[in-house]
């Protein structure tokens, strides 16, 4: 057995206003995964992993980020191909700058409280939320038992 895979690495990162609210994008651009979510990205071949969340959040929200904190990981394995995708999940209560929207998708603020009810929340966000606000919870991934898709918090 190969201790080799392929692996897809990605970031995301909630940002937080010191006043309840975080930082939601609304995803409209991607052929499959719209709707609400927090600003993340790809991790560039060569390029380090806090960098990454760093550039990504500067790209698509226009504010700087310092400090990210590292507060957990999602992954699972894409149907489609087999291969693993890991997100790395930050959260950030510093930062500089303008807000701005990118062609990603419209960013804004939104009360965090509020964010569970939510109707308009990306595929799969709603179960990433425990490792983003739990001390108690850093992972969250995907196992199928039988027919069916289980979330699992570690």
Not at 60 to 88: A, M, N, Q
Not at 146 to 151: A, F, Q
């Amino acid at each position: 057995m190969s201790r080799y895979e392929e692996i897809e690495l990605t970031n995301m990162c909630m940002i937080c206003d010191g006043k309840g609210n975080v930082l939601v994008q609304n995803k409209k651009n991607h052929p499959t995964w719209c709707g609400w979510n927090f600003p993340g990205g790809h991790v560039e071949r060569g390029e380090f992993v806090t960098p990454s969340v760093i550039r990504e959040m500067k790209e698509e929200t226009g504010l700087t980020i310092d400090s990210p904190r590292l507060c957990g990981i999602k992954e699972f394995h894409k149907s489609k191909d087999g291969k693993r995708y890991i997100v790395f999940l930050y959260v950030a209560n510093h930062f500089s700058g303008e807000l701005k929207s990118s062609s990603e998708g419209e960013v804004f603020w939104h009360p965090l409280s509020e964010l569970t009810h939510s109707d308009k929340l990306i595929d799969g966000f709603r179960e990433m939320l425990p490792v983003f606000i739990s001390d108690e919870i850093n992972e969250v991934y995907y196992e199928r038992c039988e027919d069916e898709l289980k979330t699992i918090f570690c």
